[in-house]
């Protein structure tokens, strides 16, 4: 038995994106090796719709190390084939499918909720598009187990990527109750997309977000601000500054929310031990 209710009182959780290659179990084991007590991964391989029955999904390994090593929050990374805006009926039919199996597993896996990019509006403008994303998600929570959660992720808006302004998330908020739904701030697409780290709590605070944002993806950028482009950095090491990430980490709003590092890691293999200290170094 899953034992959170162990935890400190309070805890900053720091994570990353780590493979689940071998097993559930194997996901812990990467993300304490390198520091973490928090972490994310994916239900499957995310550039293919193909899942594994939930059947065959087995926790019990994965169940125990938490409870050993006093693990916190695990997430789950939507596949980045979704797109919750698409004109393709099939195309759209295997998004709402893929989107529910994740929900099923975060229930499956005592989860902390799926990170979902919402697609594109392909052109045609969020407000032709938003009424149709909204009732898409609310059918996926309306199928989803009660102790699932559905986190929108803000984009870095290149090719209509959806939720770049923070502005779509309000609205989808107004439009959509349900306890099941969150989101998670993205430092990097929040760059790109020109906000501030600075600045951006002021807009969080204005647009009432904080009550729902359950994670932040702690990323650098290797792109100028308001670029548009979603290219992740190591920390340190791209164009989001050190005492911006050290201003926005230390808000008292962001103190109990999980930080997931997804950087491509100094050997180009994702997230590492360095990453992990540079970002424990921004929060002590």
Not at 18 to 34: C, H, Q
């Amino acid at each position: 038995m899953l034992l959170l209710a162990q935890k400190e009182t309070f805890m900053r959780y720091i994570g990353a994106h780590v493979s689940a290659s071998g097993g559930l179990e194997k996901a812990v084991e990467r993300a304490k090796a390198i520091g973490c007590n928090s972490l994310q991964l994916f239900s499957g391989s995310p550039r293919v719709w193909k899942r594994k029955d939930l059947d065959q999904v087995e926790t019990s390994k994965m169940f125990s190390l938490r409870d050993e090593y006093n693990f916190g929050p695990v997430f789950t990374h939507s596949l980045y084939l979704v797109n919750l805006a698409s004109p393709n009926p099939e195309l759209l039919e295997k998004s709402l499918r893929v989107l529910k199996y994740d929900m099923a597993f975060d229930s499956k896996i005592k989860g902390s909720g799926i990170v979902v990019h919402l697609g594109s509006h392909l052109g045609a403008g969020w407000e032709a598009v938003r009424d149709d994303v909204a009732a898409h998600i609310s059918e996926i929570l309306k199928d989803s187990p009660d102790d699932a959660t559905f986190l929108i992720e803000n984009s870095a808006g290149q090719k209509g990527k959806l939720c770049s302004n923070l502005e779509e998330i309000k609205w989808l908020f107004d439009h959509i109750s349900s306890p099941k739904l969150g989101w998670c701030f993205d430092t990097c697409h929040a760059h790109a997309a020109g906000y501030d780290l600075l600045t951006v709590g002021d807009e969080i605070s204005r647009l009432g977000l904080w009550k729902d944002l359950k994670c932040i993806h702690v990323n650098d950028s290797r792109d100028d601000f308001d670029s548009g482009r979603d290219r992740h950095e190591n920390l340190g090491k791209g164009n989001i500054a050190e005492a911006d990430f050290k201003h926005f980490l230390n808000l008292p709003e962001v103190a109990e929310i999980p930080m997931i590092l997804e950087v491509p890691g100094l050997d180009g293999n994702g997230p590492d031990a360095p990453n992990i200290e540079v970002l424990k170094s921004y929060v002590e």
